[in-house]
């Protein structure tokens, strides 16, 4: 079942980024996501396959675990 990646969720990657965080607030939904670094605030976009294959966990705004 596909996860459902809502715009307000934070999403933690495989991937982290140079500043250390592993999570990731989405600003944007779609073909393309955007996303926010919650470690230093830099934006990205990456495309929707490349979110889900890199998915550790899950998180609606509340903090709730969605996977
Ligand atoms: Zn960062």
């Keep these: 079942m596909p996860m459902e990646y809502e715009v ?3 999403v ?3 991937k982290q ?3 250390g965080s592993q999570e990731w607030e989405i600003l944007r939904v779609g073909a393309d996501f955007r996303l926010k670094c919650m470690g ?3 934006q990205v976009m990456m495309p929707r396959r490349q979110v889900e294959k890199s998915t550790r966990e899950l ?3 509340a903090g709730e675990k969605k996977n």
């Design 40 to 42: 230093c605030g830099h």
């Design 12 to 14: 933690k990657l495989k």
């Design 8 to 10: 307000g969720d934070i």
């Design 59 to 61: 998180k609606n705004a």
């Design 17 to 19: 980024h140079p500043c």
